[in-house]
């Protein structure tokens, strides 16, 4: 189970308006972030100082979320489900793990009793609203004579790159969430003949592959000699059975990706590690 905890000192009134703070995009991408980190092995902690934190000079982000204000944005309703975790009784002083009598600091300014010092005696990941003293992806806490690294989530894929990098989750549905609404879609590929034959050392040429084939358009992936993108010709019935026109395209000298293209979109159907397609066609 992971713990994330909320980064309460990241709402300092900082926005000059309400508006500022939800249709500027703060709201959204905090509510994109809890969208993705939601699930049944992440616990979402928050202080008890919380909803008391300033999103403006003398607006909360209580009065935000509650009352006459929620009521008057059509954004807020609509992440009401999301932003509803926000309200349960996850206070992390209830089983408080740092010391109120240790000295922790960052940017030299005392943050014991604050979230970002729990968080360096839980998993070390907290989430920021945008702020300018918490706008990197990684926070520089020092506990006495120590320095510890805390992830700082503050962009809606933050967390599935942290996830990765502790291995939290694994290569297949780290590439699910990270190519969403791509040009690539793993919904078809064959459970025998994807993730699962892949070893700890494929997995990263198989991720920066696809990367490549996502950023690319469809008129450069067609003549980029890296991809060798072509239209697959054996007259073996490897894929008759997909009623498909197949193409494949390169992740290394040795492995390929199969499979066919709908609007735009390559649904892929196996990884080849051993040419035991590719050598026919």
Known sequence: MTEVLINELSLTGQFNSVDEFITGGALLKFNAILNEIKGPDVLLYKNYQFFESMTTDGISIHDILVGTISRQYDEIRKMKTSLSCLFEESYWENGQKHSPDVLYLFNNNCVTGQSIAEACERDRIVISFFHRDFSSCCLSILREN??????????????????????????????????????????????????????KEDEKLFIDGFRKFTELTWSQINVDNGLDYKEYNATQKYFKSYGKKIHKFRISRRYRCFGYVEQDVFHIIVFDLEHKYSDFG
């Open 146 to 199: 120590t320095e510890i690294t805390l992830d700082n989530l503050s962009g809606e894929t933050d967390y599935i790159e942290v996830a990765r990098e502790r291995n939290l989750i694994t290569c297949e549905k780290y590439c699910i969430r990270k190519f969403k609404d791509t040009k690539l879609d793993f919904s078809t590929i064959d459970p025998n003949e994807g993730f699962s034959i892949l070893k």
